[in-house]
């Protein structure tokens, strides 16, 4: 279908083959997923639009600068920044692998994405149109948000929260959130945002790894046309247990929005409400100016172990990523486009790609508190259509849900303003990368599909748009300054067509430096596998024109809707239930969350008050995954089974029970230790024990 096919005649052309494997009998089906297979056989490119690449940020000469000098091309990206204190080295690798960055530059954050647009005469414009899930909507501009961000560092202030001191922040998707992590930089200290979504024993983990000083929360959030309890789960995740006696006890105040209303329980002592707090402080604050790897943030994230890492990210360094790749990548005009990035702040791609990118350059977005079927699965179109969205970046999990609603949906708003859509957080089947192209882009829009991790800071592998042609399921390219490889086992590049393991060979601004409280982790963890390289722990393969095609963890990091989540955290959740013996967990593939979690379990023959259906310990054991850890890591299935599958070394085979989840045939089974097991389990399953 060539007409399918936008060949442009531009100054790039498609070079891949393009239009004559174009496979338009199939239908739009969801449960079309990226599998090596697929990925071999897709051969549709679609060549940047003429009208786009003549006015787009972003040109090939980009590459070339990056080429030529890597080190001159990060300079020129962070001179873009607003130094207090210029720097005079660029990379300090002397450490490896822990990299300085700019490091005698002093900077401060808040400054760069709120008060410079004051200063530099552009306060009048519109920093985000906020849109409650109610139906509630605020209109900030820069000089709303400068007032707004010094009070609240005033605030800080007075409840003793200092330079370097950790702040929790657990807040639903409302200016408050970016306000606090806002807050937090003027006055160096640094945040540690932990997802509403979470629950209380995730939130207490988190706080205590970081000993934050102060929790800043709201009584609630507004969600599926309910009130979403937060102050409770900071409660319980600060009151002491026989289990965690002393637990938390860094916590000197918690700091509450009032967003819902709700009745909420009150610690004299212990809690303030923000409105108290904040809204009398002056308007006057002169940041905390800091050194260029000061730490800006800490984030957690899902390791291969168990318990999760918490991250840190540097200011100047990350701030160059983070503003440098979001203008190159999203194009964006700041005077004219209207930005909405659909994540949550509690994850990376919401500090780096609402917060800290867009703000700094400037951007007006769109912030949105709630969920995109409530009141109706328009929502978002809605929203879209209302604010004339220009930029829309979004994840496949959602795109997939999307197309199981229908089109018709999305065709019933006026989506004409679009012009550039992203996608993140796992990789996008081509067909859904193509349904996304045609009923939301109407065809005219690039995608940009982009690479990266909490660990990375900033996009890593994207097209740019207006100078790469893009192929559906194909992150393409490294960005210009990224040294990215697909290496074999050995560390050796592989050829063009071949896959492997996903490395960046080189230092970057925007990379992790550190896990917190844990330096030996950082290089054992991420350094250790190929020699000097970054190990990122996906798989990808490198087709014949070289471009990149991400293929998912190769490690136990499951990914469910774009949420990293690991294998044995939710294991040991499960054992710790007093009905559980022995339990394994697999991420199968599901078709719109990408991965689901299936789990399998063994019950404790001398458990007492074990139901006797198999579905109603299910049903316990999910809601007790859903209380330890949180709403996404509830399992999709548990299967109750008498064993699971081992090595003779005693690792679980999880590679078979994923076979077993998803329904093919059982692999290879040589290497278990007993090889009656998988047909155990299999009869099991079968029987309906
Ligand atoms: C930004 C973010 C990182 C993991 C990463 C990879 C997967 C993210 C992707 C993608 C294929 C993409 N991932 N973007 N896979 N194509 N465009 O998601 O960070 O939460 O740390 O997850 O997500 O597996 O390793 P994080």
């Known amino acids: 279908m060539a007409n399918d096919v936008h060949e442009s005649p531009s100054a790039v052309p498609a070079e891949s083959p393009s239009s004559n494997d174009v496979r338009e009998d199939r239908p739009h089906d969801p449960r079309h997923h990226v599998t090596?297979?697929?990925?071999?056989?897709?051969r549709r490119s679609f060549a940047p639009l003429a009208s786009f690449a003549a006015h787009s940020n972003a040109t090939l000469f980009e590459y070339k600068k990056a080429e030529a000098d890597s080190l001159e091309y990060w300079k020129e990206a962070a001179r873009r920044l607003?130094?207090?204190?210029?720097?005079?080295?660029?990379?300090?690798?002397?450490?490896a692998p822990v990299a300085r960055w700019f490091h005698d530059g002093v900077l401060n954050a808040c400054d760069n994405a709120v008060d410079r647009h004051v200063r530099e005469g552009r306060g009048d414009r519109i920093a985000f149109h906020f849109v409650g899930e109610p139906g509630d909507t605020q209109t900030i501009?820069?000089?709303?948000?400068?007032?707004?961000?010094?009070?609240?560092?005033?605030?800080?202030?007075?409840?003793?929260?200092?330079?370097?001191?950790?702040?929790?922040?657990?807040?639903?998707?409302?200016?408050?959130?970016?306000?606090?992590?806002?807050?937090?930089?003027?006055?160096?200290?640094?945040?540690?945002?932990?997802?509403?979504?979470?629950?209380?024993?995730?939130?207490?983990?988190?706080?205590?790894?970081?000993e934050a000083k102060l929790v800043i929360t709201a009584d609630g959030g507004n969600r599926r046309g309910s009130h979403l309890p937060l102050k409770p789960l900071v409660d319980e995740a600060l009151a002491p247990s026989i289990a965690h006696p002393g637990f938390a006890a860094s916590v000197e105040h918690v700091l509450v929005v009032k967003r819902t209303g709700q009745p909420t329980e009150w610690t004299d002592e212990?809690?303030?409400?923000?409105?108290?707090?904040?809204?009398?402080?002056?308007?006057?604050?002169?940041?905390?100016?800091?050194?260029?790897?000061?730490?800006?943030?800490?984030?957690?994230?899902?390791?291969?172990?168990?318990?999760?890492?918490?991250?840190?990210?540097?200011?100047?360094?990350?701030l160059t990523g983070a503003a440098h790749t979001h203008r190159i990548v999203f194009d964006l005009k700041p005077e004219t486009d209207v930005y909405w990035c659909s994540a949550d702040v509690g994850w990376i791609t919401g500090h780096t790609y609402i917060?800290?990118?867009?703000?700094?350059?400037?951007?007006?977005?769109?912030?949105?508190?709630?969920?995109?079927?409530?009141?109706?699965?328009?929502?978002?179109?809605?929203?879209?259509?209302?604010?004339?969205?220009?930029?829309?970046?979004?994840?496949?999990?959602?795109?997939?849900?999307?197309?199981?609603?229908?089109?018709?949906?999305?065709?019933?708003?006026?989506?004409?303003?679009?012009?550039?859509?992203?996608?993140?957080?796992?990789?996008?089947?081509?067909?859904?990368?193509?349904?996304?192209?045609?009923?939301?882009?109407?065809?005219?829009?690039p995608i940009v599909d982009t690479w990266?991790?909490?660990?990375?800071?900033?996009?890593?592998?994207?097209?740019?748009?207006?100078?790469?042609?893009?192929?559906?399921?194909?992150?393409?390219?490294?960005?210009?300054?990224?040294?990215?490889?697909?290496?074999?086992?050995?560390?050796?590049?592989?050829?063009?067509?071949?896959?492997?393991?996903?490395?960046?060979?080189?230092?970057?601004?925007?990379?992790?430096?550190?896990?917190?409280?844990?330096?030996?982790?950082?290089?054992?963890?991420?350094?250790?596998r190929f020699d000097g390289m970054y190990f990122a722990g996906d798989g990808a393969k490198k087709d014949i024109d070289g471009d990149l095609w991400l293929l998912g963890r190769v490690d136990d990091v499951m990914n469910v809707s774009g949420h990293r989540l690991t294998t044995t955290e939710i294991e040991h959740v499960l054992v710790a239930h007093p009905w559980v013996a022995e339990a394994a967990v697999v991420g199968a593939t599901d078709a719109i969350t990408g991965q689901a979690v299936v789990a399998f379990v063994i019950v404790r023959g001398d458990a007492e008050g074990v139901?006797?259906?198999?579905?109603?310990?299910?049903?316990?054991?999910?809601?007790?995954?859903?209380?330890?850890?949180?709403?996404?890591?509830?399992?999709?299935?548990?299967?109750?089974?008498s064993e699971v599958p081992k090595t003779r070394s005693g690792k679980i085979m999880r590679r078979l029970l994923r076979d077993v989840a998803e329904n093919r045939p059982v692999g290879d089974v040589t290497t278990l230790a007993d090889s009656s097991v998988m047909d155990a389990i299999k009869d099991g399953l079968a029987s309906g024990k």
């Not at 592998?461 to 074999?488: N, R």
């Not at 999910?622 to 509830?634: C, Y």
Request: glycine share 10%.
């Open 611 to 641: 139901p006797d259906d198999g579905a109603a310990i299910a049903d316990a054991l999910r809601t007790h995954v859903r209380k330890e850890i949180g709403p996404l890591a509830k399992p999709r299935d548990i299967l109750v089974v």
């Open 141 to 210: 501009t820069y000089s709303d948000m400068h007032e707004r961000v010094q009070k609240a560092a005033n605030g800080l202030l007075s409840l003793g929260v200092g330079k370097g001191d950790r702040v929790a922040i657990y807040l639903p998707q409302i200016p408050e959130a970016v306000v606090a992590m806002l807050a937090c930089a003027r006055i160096g200290a640094i945040h540690s945002v932990v997802f509403g979504g979470f629950s209380a024993a995730s939130l207490r983990q988190r706080i205590d790894d970081a």
């Open 355 to 445: 917060v800290y990118g867009p703000m700094i350059n400037g951007a007006t977005q769109v912030l949105y508190e709630g969920t995109p079927d409530t009141p109706h699965q328009g929502r978002w179109w809605e929203i879209i259509q209302e604010y004339g969205v220009t930029i829309f970046y979004t994840a496949p999990t959602a795109i997939r849900t999307f197309m199981k609603w229908g089109e018709s949906i999305p065709d019933g708003f006026d989506l004409s303003s679009l012009r550039l859509l992203g996608s993140v957080g796992e990789p996008i089947n081509p067909e859904a990368w193509m349904w996304y192209r045609r009923v939301i882009g109407g065809e005219r829009c």
């Open 82 to 95: 607003v130094w207090k204190e210029e720097f005079s080295e660029i990379l300090d690798w002397s450490d």
């Open 452 to 528: 990266w991790q909490t660990e990375t800071g900033s996009i890593m592998i994207s097209p740019l748009p207006g100078v790469t042609a893009t192929k559906p399921g194909s992150a393409m390219t490294a960005m210009p300054g990224i040294a990215a490889d697909v290496v074999d086992d050995e560390g050796r590049p592989v050829r063009g067509g071949e896959g492997g393991y996903l490395v960046i060979k080189e230092p970057w601004p925007s990379m992790l430096r550190g896990i917190w409280g844990d330096r030996a982790r950082f290089a054992r963890t991420y350094w250790n």
């Open 36 to 42: 090596l297979e697929n990925l071999h056989t897709e």
């Open 270 to 318: 212990r809690d303030v409400w923000w409105h108290d707090v904040v809204d009398p402080q002056p308007a006057e604050h002169e940041p905390e100016w800091v050194d260029a790897e000061h730490p800006l943030f800490i984030l957690y994230t899902s390791g291969t172990t168990g318990a999760p890492k918490g991250l840190w990210h540097s200011t100047g360094g990350y």
